[in-house]
């Protein structure tokens, strides 16, 4: 194609018609031929990984931010090399984290957030935000069984965690935000041993302390013990005065990755009872395909956010404004300028509906039962793999057993502790294995449920899955593990 | 056109051709259509204000979350919608917040981000997002003049602040992090009388309590006056004890919005001493284009981010893994999963090299002193307008005052009570003959520099401007106020 056709045809997706094409319109054909959301290409490499020095040192002039401009050109190449480098949440085999592929409605709400640019405090500057966050809080409260309440989003699961830390603190201490914790009677975090290190992070940067957080012991199936939790609160409150004033207890629940069962007409029974809950949080970017960050705060005490937050800063919440100043809703949070979370969740919901929405999460329950059946399949005819627990959500916790190191006896405490030191080497070298090999990402991770051993703790996130891509998973187990000795 | 002629054209910009075309490529459409970077209108209205009841009734469905989904026609006529009735700080008349027009090479490094969808706390993960933000912060602790240290992205400049606020208490006090607060010797925060009301959420978020925070006095420019922070410290250490231990204060400077000023080769004097603050946070997304949110801290001291939030949670900061953990940055954080705010702003970086970003500093530094010129000229030729003070940064701080309020004398103490009380009138009437009209927003705010009367705060962040849109905004004061009686 010669330069002049190419510029009378400035739509076509080649790149040669590029020059008179604006920034976002080449990134948009780049990412369409790079098949950025895997609609062509399932094969590919999810990784070319290099390693950080090589990559620091193979890449320091693109990495580095330079005193004169670069050519729009060799920007767009930039950004080309920074897409191939990338890992992807969008790839049919990324399984690393709790989170998957995003919906092309959710990139398009995302782009158009970034090119409003609003900030969401004020009514004033992000009329349809500020709005469209409030109803969808409505709407939320009412999904998850609250009478009444109110919601924001986050920025990510650990701050709304640490939310609820504040929304307790402030119902039980009133006195605190002015007088600060030390002029109050000790508190206690009462959690699940197995619960999100948000807790013991937000105990600390809160001013209450670690050793304020009670780990709570769990069953087999990673829940909490509830007469451990009555022994823990009785013996505390002996110590403890005065703690249990008006709400005795804040009850959070942390549903970030489970809270979207709500959406699935089978499965919502799961979350039965977190209709007493004071607060939940929840994050839509992890099961339902939405960019990160989507978190959002849910609790059933209206105003309890403005109470534990406000100060009605004079530049923004001016109270003789014209309209009703309820609606500037900036004033709930501990930001100042916040990014618009909402609309990307809007254009989510409505591209694919509750309905929609609710069968993504059945699907990917039904993956990880699944993927557990067939380990349990495994683990019953050559022993190549042990499931550590029946799944409880869309993660699936077990191990890989190479080899040399099948055939122990079931009972745990029969296994020698050799066994389990080599056990706990195998993760590691088979994770290496794999993303040397570009082929898939799992997390694997030492927890109580797998006696502090390395196991594979695999999130079925990605929709796009079917049977057959967790028997290819466990296929790729095999081979990348069949000579292991460690 | 026909159909058929359409559907032979994909690539063509009209909306006929559109079916066959993603949804993404449909919505770039609409915003090159819309001309969403206000490259050709410039005069249209800044806000098509409704009311908020208004809002909701009139959109109800739009705004709503469906159980069913929308046609995706339906979802970009939605989406289109929204646009249109939503303010953007890219209009050239918006002054109503700290920031202004993106780059459209920040709205591309977000579209990446948002395509590729990694979280940024592992290499893993994010290989080239984790070590484009080291690389990033070594190069702003460097900008800044701090020969060692850390940094990171921050959710806004508020939490930015609150981090300040964590490293000062695990400097000053180890042993918080696990026995919290109440088992330290109190702490106060001394911050300017017009510092950001984060200190205060932090304060009282955090732990401390609001009386924790001392709010020093500020001269006519609105400057700390440090005598009286002398003062304040040497009558606290006489009872507060053992508070001034190794880091005797921790210095930190908010320069969220000022801390641009870096990049200037005229300006950064401005910031000379900085480089002996503890911690610094910088909001690139105020003054450099960059879309919300973009955000970050930098500290002097190696290794405190991790001292004073590191968890290492077992199942992503894994210490067997085979590249050095630690380019695994997501310790150092609060949060957990973390949204990629660097690429978009190595994208502008790039796109504009440091040498335009300081030109476009320093353009707004000028635009806020020819805006000053103007109203200290209009107050001594006609006494429309009075100045509050020579703007020390780009926002400029100045009264207009309605015909029927001329003529009072300089002195502002010989002025009456009646007077001042018309004046904290004026601001908000305008505000609202400004809004409905939607020709421009600029914020008021009572602050001590203006004796707690509304006055305007013009944030001169709209890089396409010149001393004649300046001229325009003047014009425009006194258009809707001429009238005005209070």
Redo the contacts between chains.
């Keep these: 194609m010669s330069s002049t056709e190419a510029s009378n045809?400035?739509?076509?997706?080649g790149t040669e018609a590029a020059s008179s094409r604006?920034?976002?319109?080449r990134?948009?054909d780049f990412?369409?031929e790079a098949d950025?959301?895997f609609k062509k290409d399932k094969d590919r490499p999810i990784?070319k990984?290099?390693?950080?020095d090589s990559?620091?040192s193979e890449y320091a002039e693109m990495?580095?931010?330079?005193?004169?401009?670069?050519p729009?050109d060799?920007?767009l190449d930039?950004?080309k090399t920074?897409?191939d480098?990338?890992?992807?949440?969008?790839h049919p085999r990324f399984y690393?984290?709790?989170?998957g592929r995003?919906h092309?409605?959710?990139?398009?709400?995302?782009?158009?957030t970034?090119?409003?640019?609003?900030?969401i405090y004020t009514?004033?500057?992000?009329?349809?935000?500020t709005?469209?966050e409030r109803?969808?809080m409505q709407?939320f409260l009412e999904l998850f069984g609250f009478k009444n309440g109110e919601g924001v989003c986050t920025?990510?699961?650990?701050?709304g965690n640490?939310y609820a830390i504040?929304l307790a603190?402030s119902a039980v201490f009133p006195d605190?935000?002015?007088?600060?914790?030390?002029?109050?009677p000790?508190a206690k975090i009462y959690v699940s041993m197995e619960s999100?290190?948000?807790m013991?992070?937000?105990?600390?940067?809160?001013?209450?302390?670690?050793?304020?957080v009670v780990k709570v012991a769990t069953d087999e199936h990673g829940r909490m013990k509830v007469d451990a939790l009555r022994e823990h609160i009785k013996s505390d409150t002996e110590n403890v005065a005065n703690v249990c004033q008006e709400f005795n207890v804040w009850l959070h629940v942390d549903g970030c990755l489970g809270g979207s069962a709500i959406l699935s007409e089978s499965r919502r029974h799961l979350l039965d009872g977190c209709q007493r809950a004071d607060s939940l949080t929840w994050?839509p970017?992890k099961m339902l395909g939405v960019?990160?960050?989507c978190s959002l705060l849910l609790t059933r005490h209206s105003g309890a956010l403005q109470r534990a937050?406000g100060?009605q800063?004079?530049?923004?919440f001016?109270q003789?404004?014209?309209?009703?100043p309820q609606?500037d809703i900036g004033d709930k949070v501990?930001?100042?300028?916040?990014?618009?979370d909402v609309?990307k969740l809007?254009?989510v919901?409505?591209?694919?509906?509750?309905?929609?929405l609710g069968d993504l999460v059945d699907r990917k329950f039904t993956l990880a039962k699944q993927l557990a059946n067939l380990i349990a399949q495994r683990q019953k005819t050559d022993g190549s793999f042990e499931l550590i627990a029946e799944p409880e959500s869309t993660n699936v916790l077990f191990w890989y057993i190479p080899p040399a190191l099948r055939g122990q006896p079931a009972d745990w405490s029969k296994r020698d502790d050799s066994w389990w030191r080599q056990m706990d080497?195998v993760a590691?070298l088979l994770?290496?294995r794999m993303?040397l090999d570009g082929s898939m990402?799992i997390?694997?991770?030492?927890?109580a449920a797998s006696k502090n051993i390395?196991c594979w703790?695999m999130v079925c996130s990605q929709d796009t899955n079917s049977e057959q891509d967790m028997e290819r998973i466990v296929g790729e187990f095999c081979r990348f593990g069949e000579d292991i000795s460690v």
């Design positions: 045809n400035s739509g076509v997706n604006s920034l976002l319109r990134i948009v990412l369409d950025w959301s990784v990984f290099i390693s950080p990559l620091m990495l580095g931010l330079p005193d004169k401009p670069v729009e060799v920007l930039n950004l920074v897409y480098l990338s890992v992807t949440s969008n690393n984290q709790l989170f995003v092309e409605e959710s990139v398009v709400g995302s782009l158009l970034d090119a409003i640019n609003a900030s009514y004033e500057v992000a009329p349809v935000f709005v469209m109803l969808a709407q920025p990510g699961g650990s701050i640490m504040s603190k605190a935000r002015r007088l600060g914790l030390a002029a109050m000790p999100h290190y948000s013991v992070k937000g105990a600390s940067f809160m001013g209450f302390g670690e050793n304020a994050n970017h960019n990160l960050q937050h100060t800063a004079a530049y923004l001016q003789d404004k014209f309209y009703p609606f501990i930001q100042c300028g916040r990014k618009v609309l809007w254009a919901w409505r591209g694919l509906g509750k309905s929609g080497a590691p994770k290496k993303t990402l997390g694997y991770q030492k927890c390395n703790r």
